[in-house]
């Protein structure tokens, strides 16, 4: 998708992953007892999660939950815990009721409704305006026209640190889940 666009810089799970031309510019990947603690309440509460690498998507089960998630996003997911054996940098809490359960009992992360279906969970303090930053800073980019292009709620403070904001819809998900 970066060679049809054009763009070399990308920052990814929400300011966790940031790469410029391909090449690693930030990282934050997510401390694994965090991940841990938050599987073992998720599991109590009968939420599973959703877990990303760089280049990888994960779910800790399948259900019906995860199933409408990415089938809104037009993805497919598998289940196996790979937060064990490689760097996360975002986590996915599948679910679409019962979120306030979370905030209180895991204080280390943020929690941002993404989906009707899932909320986007990275540490406090981590958000694509810290990884946008990060890339200014790191590849002396601080004159540079910035833009961002977002869909979802998760991506308001992301349009506020950038000179171009670009909001895209995301209906045509809606209407293959029936959903719209």
């Known amino acids: 998708m970066l060679e049809v666009t054009e763009m070399t810089s990308v920052i990814a799970m929400n300011g966790q992953y940031v790469s410029y031309s391909g090449k690693e510019v930030y990282t934050s990947p997510i401390d694994v007892d965090e991940i841990k603690a938050l599987h073992k309440g ?5 939420v ?3 877990v990303y690498t760089e280049s990888k998507i994960r779910g800790t089960a399948q259900n019906e939950v995860m199933d409408k998630h990415y089938c809104y996003l037009g993805e497919e997911s598998s289940d196996v815990e790979l937060y064990l054996n490689e760097p996360i940098y975002m986590l996915l809490l599948l679910l679409e009721h019962g979120a306030d359960y979370f905030p209180e009992r895991f204080p280390y992360f943020q929690f941002v409704r993404n989906t009707p279906f899932s909320n986007d969970v990275v540490p406090k303090g981590d958000s694509k305006t810290q990884g946008i930053a990060k890339l200014l800073e790191v ?3 601080e004159d540079v026209p910035t833009y961002a292009f977002g869909d979802g709620m998760n991506d308001l403070e992301m349009f506020e640190a950038v000179d171009h ?3 895209m819809g995301l209906k045509k998900g809606l209407r293959l889940c029936g959903l719209l």
């Open 42 to 46: 998720a599991k109590s509460q009968n």
């Open 165 to 167: 904001a670009i909001a």
């Open 48 to 50: 599973e999660m959703a």
């Open 139 to 141: 590849m002396d980019f």
